[in-house]
């Protein structure tokens, strides 16, 4: 006897169990806009989804580009300070001397060889100056 009072409890419980999941399934069928207002929720869902993923998409994207940017930057600012330092050498004066010895085969003028030419005097249209010079 007690084994039939367990069957039928236990089949009670299912029967109930059965009928709460009917009424969860059946609700939705009730409301008429119910369809359209989970049709709009999962799309909403699946919209900001799509966004999220796009955004982060473009995240890594500009991460990779400013990374490249800054590597070029890095790049042109030591080429930058080549030149400098190359423009500091071809100005200096030693170089320019051995560079004119050995490649343009040049040497010193011989002393007997300089003139020293003077400038001719401009005259000048300040009165000031010219009461100051005589």
Known sequence: MAAVSAARKKTSWLRRQHERFERFVSWPSRSPSFGLTVGLTVSSLVLIALLYVWSRLEVIRIGYELSQQSKL??????????????????KDPATIERFARERLHMAPPLPSAIRMVKAPRRASSDPSSESSSR
């Open 73 to 90: 930057a890095r790049a042109l600012a030591q080429h930058n300070q080549r030149l400098r330092l190359e423009l500091a050498t071809r």
